[in-house]
């Protein structure tokens, strides 16, 4: 499995994932920029990353000018090949800005940017053990409207949800006042995965942290 990083101007975590995924998950990546198209070099087993940052600086709106981005036509497209494509913080931004994934991200609940390390809970595998992951992000408070709720909930497409230490959901373990606790979903077809907390921040025993690689092998079959 190759992963291709796509980087826009004012990306700041392709790095971080850059990283990760070489250097404490030992797979192949291929940074992408975002002025190019060319994607013939992977399979749909293969996975496009839209990393976390400030893509053109958050004018407008979080990824709205990403959203036409060159490249972004190209991963579109390969997503609906039904090639894999992750989205993290921005990069979930751009997926709902580019109707991969249903919703939109606000304006944190707190009107503050939040960064610090919080719970999430797989709901799909119903884990035991919640994960501790990072977030670091001023819009980040997913919505949708009721007809995209009830879709999501329907087809269990919520992939992750913040809670406490313990697996509790309520609003006081919720960051940033996201509807329903959202903090990861994924589309119908399960081939493309969107969320606000940073997995590829918490791949390397040094930082005191691997849980982010439980998010990798739960998406990507990845230990």
């Known amino acids: 499995m190759k992963f291709g990083v796509v980087v826009f101007p004012g990306s700041n975590?392709?790095?971080?994932?850059?990283?990760?995924?070489?250097?404490?998950?030992?797979?192949?990546?291929?940074?992408l920029w975002h002025k190019d198209k060319d994607?013939?070099?992977f399979?749909?087993?293969?996975?496009?990353?839209?990393?976390?940052g400030f893509s053109y600086?958050?004018?407008?709106?979080?990824?709205?000018?990403?959203?036409?981005?060159?490249?972004?036509?190209?991963?579109?497209k390969?997503?609906?090949?039904?090639?894999?494509?992750?989205?993290?913080?921005?990069?979930?931004?751009?997926?709902?800005?580019?109707?991969?994934?249903?919703g939109v991200l606000l304006r944190n609940a707190g009107q503050k940017f939040i960064c610090k390390n919080v719970f999430i809970k797989d709901v799909i595998n119903d884990y035991g053990t919640p994960l501790k992951i990072p977030i670091a992000h001023g819009e980040g408070r997913y919505y949708a409207n009721e007809k995209q709720l009830e879709e999501l909930e329907s087809h269990r497409q919520v992939i992750y949800r913040?809670?406490?230490e313990n697996g509790n959901i309520a609003p006081a373990y919720n960051p940033n006042g996201a509807i329903h606790s959202i903090a990861g979903i994924c589309n119908k077809e399960r081939n493309v995965y969107g969320m606000m907390p940073h997995p590829e921040r918490a791949c390397n025993h040094l930082l005191g942290n691997e849980d982010g690689?439980?998010?990798?092998?739960?998406?990507?079959?990845?230990?």
């Open 13 to 31: 975590c392709d790095k971080d994932m850059v990283t990760s995924l070489e250097c404490n998950l030992q797979q192949e990546v291929i940074q």
């Open 39 to 41: 994607l013939s070099m």
């Open 43 to 52: 399979s749909t087993d293969d996975c496009i990353v839209l990393p976390g």
């Open 57 to 76: 600086g958050d004018y407008l709106r979080c990824g709205a000018i990403a959203r036409f981005s060159p490249m972004m036509q190209s991963v579109i």
């Open 78 to 102: 390969f997503a609906g090949k039904g090639g894999k494509v992750l989205g993290i913080c921005n990069g979930f931004q751009i997926l709902c800005e580019s109707g991969l994934l249903p």
């Open 162 to 164: 913040y809670c406490n």
């Open 213 to 223: 690689k439980k998010i990798f092998n739960h998406l990507f079959a990845i230990n």
